[in-house]
Nanobody, 126 residues
Framework: QVQLVESGGGLVQAGGSLRLTCTTSRGTFSRDIMGWYRQAPGKQRELVAAIDRGRETNYPDAVKGRFAISRDNAKNTVYLQMNSLKPEDTAVYYC????????????????????WGQGTQVTVSS
């Protein structure tokens, strides 16, 4: 089965950029819709970027125009380029598959997910 490893987080000032990487230690997600999620303290996990098998992407309004998701199936890797970061982007970021319903609605149901990686912390200072 797929094991997910996220990296690339860090501490940046508002307006800065980070590039997150998600890869698999084994398995593949080449046939899955993939996305980046984040969870801030006391908040529900939310989907912030999704990419389908045809390379179409969806973003919620909160990050639209600032974040860009991409994938390299040959490397079993998904990226998230984050620009113009804001303090409200501070969260632990995770990658995972995206259920079809969530791809369209951006509503996350925790019961739809069997596992999560360790995540990578993104902290944006004012």
């Amino acid at each position: 089965q797929v094991q997910l490893v996220e990296s690339g987080g860090g501490l940046v000032q508002a307006g800065g950029s980070l590039r997150l990487t998600c890869t698999t230690s084994r398995g593949t997600f080449s046939r899955d819709i993939m996305g980046w999620y984040r969870q801030a303290p006391g908040k529900q996990r939310e989907l912030v970027a999704a990419i389908d098998r045809g390379r179409e992407t969806n973003y919620p309004d909160a990050v639209k125009g600032r974040f860009a998701i991409s994938r390299d199936n040959a490397k079993n890797t998904v990226y998230l380029q984050m620009n113009s970061l804001k303090p409200e982007d501070t969260a632990v970021y995770y990658c995972n598959k995206v259920p079809a319903s969530t791809y369209y609605s951006f509503i996350v149901y925790e019961m739809d997910y069997d596992y999560w990686g360790q995540g990578t912390q993104v902290t944006v200072s004012s």
